[in-house]
């Protein structure tokens, strides 16, 4: 049983910085993968990012490279999104999400547990 809460979205112009927090409960923590997912309003959810329950690897989504950064503190059951360089078509709830099964077919985390996601906003 893994609890996801997401906190620190908001509204930001764009070109602005913002970071995500997930908070997360549970015995086993360090032992799941953690992806960044979002929403944008009227579309389907997408993959933003993950980083495995080591912090050794990570993997980003092409339109979030090199302005986004997923990062987690096992210690603290948390992991954040640092969000630079901010654009308008980022704006989206932003989801938590904790997977333990890897689909080396697909090349992807199965995903078990969701938070309830955090509205970004960012101003053009």
């Known amino acids: 049983q893994v609890r996801l809460v997401e906190s620190g979205g908001g509204l930001v112009q764009a070109g602005g910085s913002l970071r995500l927090s997930c908070a997360a409960s549970?015995?086993?923590?360090?032992?799941?993968?953690m992806g960044w997912f979002r929403r944008p309003p009227g579309k389907d959810r997408e993959f933003v990012a993950v980083i495995t329950w080591s912090g050794i690897a990570t993997s980003y989504a092409d339109s979030v490279k090199g302005r986004f950064t997923i990062s987690r503190d096992n210690a603290r059951n948390t992991v954040f999104l640092q969000m630079n360089s901010l654009k308008p078509e980022d704006t989206a709830v932003y989801y938590c999400?904790?997977?333990?099964?890897?689909?080396?077919?697909?090349?992807?985390?199965?995903?078990?547990?969701w938070g309830q996601g955090t509205q970004v906003t960012v101003s053009s």
């Open positions: 999400a904790a997977g333990k099964t890897y689909d080396v077919l697909t090349r992807t985390w199965q995903y078990d547990y």
């Open positions: 549970g015995r086993t923590f360090s032992s799941y993968a």
